[in-house]
């Protein structure tokens, strides 16, 4: 459980890392670390629950995604100044760097094996993001234009 505490601390300072280097200030700054604290705490609950790499990243994505919505409104910033930062620990560098590695080193089979994976992680990353914006939209657009009855 330690080892689980340090990754997302360090899942907190990298976020607020890429939010400094996106010149972020303030409270939005302690916002964008926390939102990347939650996204890695909820991924790697789902490791420890025996989900799958695909559906971790999915649903941490979505809970990234669903805090930089509501931040954004509470705090009135546009919402992909706060997202990007907090989705920052979820990007599959690591594998992406050994598929890239395998390729250059000739290993095709590796590589095909790594380049599987990081399409798969991205994928569930890009869906996360889709399916939570478009919900959050929806939902915006209701409140917007509330449905008048005949």
Request: charged residues 10%; hydrophobic residues 55%; aromatic residues 8%.
């Amino acid at each position: 459980m330690p080892h689980a505490l340090l990754q997302t601390a360090m899942a907190c300072i990298g976020s607020v890392g890429f939010a400094v280097l996106f010149n972020i200030r303030g409270k939005k700054l302690l916002l964008s670390g926390l939102g990347g604290a939650l996204g890695w705490a909820v991924y790697l609950c789902c490791l420890h629950t025996g989900q799958d790499v695909f559906f971790a990243l999915f649903l941490a994505t979505a809970a990234v995604v669903a805090c930089s919505e509501l931040l954004a409104r509470l705090v009135k910033t546009p919402v992909i100044l706060l997202m990007v930062p907090m989705l920052i620990p979820l990007i599959p560098g690591g594998d992406l760097y050994y598929m890239m590695s395998c390729l250059v080193q000739g290993q095709y089979a590796r590589f095909g094996q790594y380049a599987q994976l990081v399409l798969t992680e991205s994928g569930a990353i890009a869906i996360g993001i889709i399916c939570v914006a478009s919900l959050a939209n929806i939902c915006t657009g209701f409140q917007k234009h509330p449905r008048r009855a005949p």
